[in-house]
Structures are given as C-alpha cells and as structure tokens.
C-alpha cells in the first residue's frame, strides 16, 4: 500500500515503470506508445507466467489500451517474458 501523499515520489516519468501486478504482487511492467494511427502496449513479464495468468495479462492490457488510446485505428499488445 502506498499513501497518496507519496505517490509523487515513488512513480515519476522516466524514472520508473508503471508496474504490472498479478495477483496483487509486481510481476512485470507495462509503457504505452500511441501515435495518432496506432498504439502499442508492451507488457513485460518478470518470469515465465501461467497459460491462464498469460490470458489474463492480455486482456487487461487490450482493456487499457482501448482506455488510453480509444480514437486509433490500430492497437498492438506484445507480453514478453
């Protein structure tokens, strides 16, 4: 848990990477590159991950990509281990 006064410190841009959790523990990282075309959402595992914990990855990651760039017409998401 981190209280909001905090925030600010522990997540700056370009010094720290929007972490991804799985089941509630940091289990990898995420970064977004749009353009006004296309979007990306790479997912970057910290181990080797379950089928099912894969799955999961990727359709929370389709999910936040159609949030953070609704108006592009083509989406990537590439998970790598």
């Known amino acids: 848990m981190l209280a909001d006064e905090d925030k600010p410190r522990i997540f700056q841009p370009a010094l720290i990477h929007a972490p991804l959790l799985i089941d509630g523990l940091v289990g990898g990282r995420w970064k977004v590159e749009t353009s006004t075309r296309k979007a990306e ?4 595992c910290f181990c080797k991950r379950r089928p099912e914990d894969r799955k999961a990855v990727e359709a929370e990651a389709s999910a936040l990509l159609h949030f953070l760039a609704p108006k592009t017409q ?7 281990a």
């Not at 959402?41 to 970057?44: D, F, Q, R, S």
Request: hydrophobic share 35%; no cysteine; net charge positive.
């Open 41 to 44: 959402l790479h997912v970057t």
């Open 74 to 80: 083509t989406r990537r998401i590439r998970v790598t």
